[in-house]
């Protein structure tokens, strides 16, 4: 199993352009999540999904959409980047009925 | 009432000795506390996990205390070596909220050879 896979692992982008973060796991979790980590402030949920089809927001989702057509696949799209989108954001998913998340190995975006 | 406060931000040890980091909540909802770890470039991982009914775990050289009278929480490596060395965040999650957590702003540790 390749667990969480995250693409790209870096990217930079110019104010107002749009992307997609990818995120793919091959452990058939139905909850997916999307963090944000910024220095010295710990992990902050944007958006999470509790199987196909249902998503819903977490603490800090502006700025940001999600969908999740599949099991496997949940990408995170930015729309008009900010500057203050510049972070590390790692998707991570967890299995029905257990607590721990697993986590991929991150994307760090910047912003300029 | 959901934050989760995480100390200290930084610490060194000396390899052989004892860290300790401490994460205190206030939400007494809260049903799960794990501690993850984290190296430079790398997603977090789960490192161990306690729920409120117990007041201490084990595994291995790390051992989490929980005080739930206190709303306190702490982990204890015990015989840190470098290759301790990472970022560790504290957690808290109510199960409600579909396995929401709530994190800790992290420790960064340093253990010296």
């Known amino acids: 199993n390749a667990g969480v896979t995250q693409t790209p692992k870096f990217r930079i982008l110019k104010i107002g352009q749009s992307m997609t973060l990818q995120c793919t796991q091959d452990m058939n979790h139905n909850y997916m999540y999307w963090y944000r980590q910024d220095p010295g402030m710990g992990l902050k949920l944007i958006y999470y999904s509790v199987g196909a089809g249902i998503t819903d927001k977490g603490e800090v989702p502006n700025g940001y959409n999600v969908s999740r057509s599949t099991t496997e696949d949940f990408p995170l799209r930015l729309e008009l980047a900010a500057p203050s989108q510049t972070s590390v954001y790692f998707c991570a998913s967890k299995k029905t009925g257990t607590d721990t998340q697993y986590f991929g190995p991150g994307t760090r975006l910047t912003v300029l | 009432q959901q934050q989760v406060k995480q100390s200290p931000q930084s610490l060194i040890v000396q390899k052989g000795g004892i860290s300790i980091i401490n994460c205190a909540y206030e939400?007494?909802?809260?049903?799960?506390f794990p501690w993850y770890q984290q190296f430079p470039g790398k997603g977090p991982a789960l490192l161990i996990a306690?729920?409120?009914d117990v007041s201490e775990k084990k595994e291995g050289r790390f051992t989490i205390s929980f005080n739930k009278s206190a709303k306190q929480f702490s982990l204890h490596i015990m015989d840190s070596q470098p290759g301790d060395s990472a970022t560790y965040f504290c957690a808290a999650m109510i199960k409600d909220s579909n396995y929401q957590l709530i994190w800790g702003a992290g420790t960064k540790l340093i253990i010296k050879p």
């Open positions: 306690i729920r409120p």
């Open positions: 939400n007494t909802a809260f049903d799960y």
